[in-house]
């Protein structure tokens, strides 16, 4: 089964609104140190295609409500290298239009441009992923640059095609204090929602973490492995850490009046959006009051 209903390990941190998830490609050519796909499907960076995705989705789309919200993807980038190519999420698009789904899609790639004759005419909302301008080529080494996101991002806007930004992972001392240069960049290029989410290392990316960073393995392994805590597969930051870095994203979001949400972090009485993964601006959504921090 290709198209399924969203339920990530049915972990009770996810905040996600019912949806369901489809991934085109099976890996990602981005190869990103800090993936957590890699930690359970083999030989993830190296990216292929389905047998008869195709033929199976436009069978399988008939058994889901039509005004479903469909996300590409959760697993893999939608807009692998070889999409330029291949064009099998634009063939998905195309289905979604025909049976009158909403997409959101997550993304590091600027292909996404290529297909907005089609996402302006369906419900639709874009995310990019921006987690650093400093360390792109060591954190997503084959990604497009974040200059080229961006550019995207203010291409789409343009179009008026709604989109929102994720900052994730924030990883502890190396992408964090970059927090206030991404966000006012994705202001600027036209994004109104923000998504956030720590850094939760599991074995492999760990391990990699730790190689292209070996100057920070001593500070790293004392957030992570003397002061935070195991979930799952995932190590987490304690919480008082956790809750520090996110704060002060949230506080960025609302100086710039952007919306904000966590992502897995049971955090979301602090979001100022009506969900967490910025799929309320298909409806046009409007910010929620923020809660003051005392509230929450
Ligand atoms: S883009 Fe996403 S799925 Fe692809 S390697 Fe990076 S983190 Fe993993």
Not at 179 to 208: N, Q, Y
Not at 246 to 275: D, G
Request: aromatic share 8%.
């Amino acid at each position: 089964m290709y198209l399924q209903r969203f339920d990530p390990w049915k972990n009770k941190l996810c905040s996600c609104p019912p949806k369901y998830s489809l991934n085109p490609y099976t890996g990602c050519a981005h190869a990103c140190i800090y993936c957590y796909a890699s930690s359970y499907i083999k030989d993830f960076f190296k990216c292929r295609q389905k047998p008869r995705l195709l033929e199976v989705l436009r069978r399988e789309i008939r058994n889901i409500p039509k005004g479903s919200l469909i996300s590409l993807c959760n697993t893999s980038d939608p807009y692998q290298p070889m999409e330029r190519k291949e064009a099998i999420t634009r063939e998905c698009l195309k289905i979604f239009a025909k049976e009158s789904m909403k997409v959101l899609i997550i993304t590091k790639s600027d292909i996404v441009c290529r297909d907005i004759d089609l996402l302006k005419n369906m419900p639709s909302v874009v995310t990019i992923t921006i987690t650093t301008l400093k360390y792109y080529r060591k954190l997503e080494p084959f990604a497009p640059s974040p200059f080229e996101r961006f550019k995207a991002l203010e291409r789409l806007n343009k179009e008026s095609i709604r989109t929102a930004l994720r900052f994730d992972p924030i990883i502890p001392k190396i992408n964090e204090d970059e927090a206030l240069e991404i966000l006012s960049l994705a202001k600027s290029a036209g994004v109104s929602h923000v998504t956030v989410s720590t850094f939760k290392p599991r074995s492999d990316s760990w391990k990699r973490l730790k190689e292209r960073f070996p100057e920070r393995v001593s500070v790293l392994e004392d957030l992570y492995l003397r002061r935070g805590k195991r979930i799952g597969n995932s190590i987490y930051l304690e919480d008082q850490e956790r809750e520090r870095i996110i704060f002060a994203v949230r506080e960025i979001c609302l100086s710039l009046n952007l919306t904000f949400s966590t992502c897995r972090e049971k955090l979301s009485s602090y979001n100022t959006s009506k969900s967490c993964d910025g799929s309320h601006l298909i409806e046009g959504g409007q910010p929620i009051s923020p809660p003051s921090l005392e509230e929450s």
